[in-house]
């Protein structure tokens, strides 16, 4: 079993950055893959960015790319990703989540993972 609790959300100018963190329960997290979502008010969950076990692997949704980062440490069983030159269409509620099955694959659909965050709310004003 795995718990994963997000951290670092807030309220951001655009042009602004926020560093937001996945902490994970559990010695199995080192050991899977996982995932950045998001979900706006009225709008379906959608990928965001995804890492590989080892950090060595990353994919990124076309809207976050070159903006956003994923990264990991499984030493410390934590998740980040850092945002850069936030826009107001990023405003959303942000999850991290991680999966046992497949698990060296970075699945790009919310249906493919098991295990989420609480969420943490992510607001860009203009």
């Known amino acids: 079993q795995v718990q994963l609790v997000e951290s670092g959300g807030g309220l951001v100018q655009a042009g602004g950055s926020l560093r937001l963190s996945c902490a994970a329960s559990g010695r199995t997290f080192s050991s899977w893959a996982m995932g950045w979502f998001r979900q706006a008010p009225g709008k379906e969950r959608e990928f965001v960015a995804g890492i590989s076990v080892s950090g060595a692997y990353t994919v990124y949704a076309d809207s976050v790319k070159g903006r956003f980062t994923v990264s990991r440490d499984n030493a410390k069983n934590m998740g980040y990703l850092q945002m850069n030159s936030l826009k107001p269409e990023d405003t959303a509620v942000f999850y991290c989540?991680?999966?046992?099955?497949?698990?060296?694959?970075?699945?790009?659909?919310?249906?493919?993972?098991?295990?989420w965050g609480q969420g943490t709310q992510v607001t860009v004003s203009s």
């Open positions: 989540a991680t999966r046992s099955s497949n698990p060296l694959i970075i699945a790009t659909r919310a249906t493919m993972y098991e295990y």
